[in-house]
């Protein structure tokens, strides 16, 4: 892999690295257990330049290209990706449009208390009956002089019950289709906004709500870029975002293929350790063979969006491959551990339930395979 790295990319992944196992790791059974995240990460690494590290310096982002983002989640999830997931809605969705398309004064307000961890966001696309299909949402936004009235419901958004903003994806004009589509940032503390806490399998420590608006009213200074019509920025949060994803199913694959191995050493049965066993072996092998080919592929698509092509399909066969393999290699690091991959006290299972959120997040294989054949012209 270090023919994609520079040094500075090197220094830059080992002092991740050190701080995810010193800062991080510590702290995630507990978020685990309790489904709660440690808030005060958020500043934290805020102070270090680990938020929001994709943006200008002017706005104090650490302003690093895509494959350093990829390395750092690849870090965060290899410790946890409940934390790696609250990091990506905050420091990615949330606030990739504001910088994008934002006015000025946008940016001064929501983005660089972003990049200091001061205020927390969220992104509020999916609804109940608008998951795979974006172009379906229901959330309207009606303008009222200087003032948009929303109303309808987003699900599953990672972050909505701590949230001190909402990146906010709506229509305007729904005569218009898809194009009407907006996005919104809005005060999570604005009258007529109720934030419901789901409990769920996976990625535990990432706090995931509901969010209801029931006639809320919105600045009309809040529309992003003060702009109607805004479907090709949601688009492109999605887009880039993937492969930002795909360095997190790495990150996840490489945990649990550590764990495998390490097991694989200390575990003995019938006199002699399983990993001398050809099936376990051949199952490890595999392993290292699938992890190696997806980090491959994520860098590459990594490099070449910093290179100036932002490929959709790149993102989609990163976001693709690194999720499955994930998912394949913890499903096969439980089967290794026998019963005691069900146990808590080993975090393999863990490692599974994780994975398998994200052959279904932020757009599902299924997806992703329809991105791919039209990128190829079926």
Known sequence: MDMFLTEEHKIFRDQIRRFCEFEIAPLVEEAEEKETFPLH???????????????????????????????????????????????????????????????????????????????????????????????????????????????????????????DFITTVAYTDKSQGYPGISIFIIDANTPGITITKLKKEGIRSSETGEIAFEDCPVPAENLIGLQEGNFRLVMETLSEGRIGVAGNMIGVAQAAFEAAVRYAKERVQFGKSIGKFQSISHKIADMAVRIQAARLMVYAAAKNLDMGHNSIFDASAAKLLASEVAAHIARDTVQIYGGYG?????????????????????GTSEIQRNIIAKELGL
């Open 41 to 163: 990460l958020f500043p934290e690494m805020g102070k270090l330049g680990y938020l929001a590290i994709r943006y200008p310096e002017k706005y104090g982002s650490a302003d690093v290209d895509k494959l350093a983002d990829v390395l750092l989640r690849e870090q965060m999830s290899r410790v946890c990706q409940g934390i790696a997931s609250s990091w990506s809605a905050h420091s990615h969705l949330a606030t990739f449009p504001i910088c994008h398309s934002g006015t000025e004064e946008q940016k001064r307000t929501y983005l660089v208390p972003a990049i200091k961890g001061e205020r927390i966001g969220c992104f509020a696309l999916t609804e109940p009956d608008a998951g795979s299909d974006t172009k379906s949402i229901k959330t309207f936004a009606r303008k009222e002089g200087n003032t948009y009235i929303f109303n309808g419901s987003k699900t599953f958004i990672s972050n909505a019950p701590f949230a």
């Open 342 to 362: 069900f146990m808590r006290e080993y975090p393999v299972f863990r490692y599974l339930r994780d994975a398998l959120v994200y052959t279904v997040g932020e």
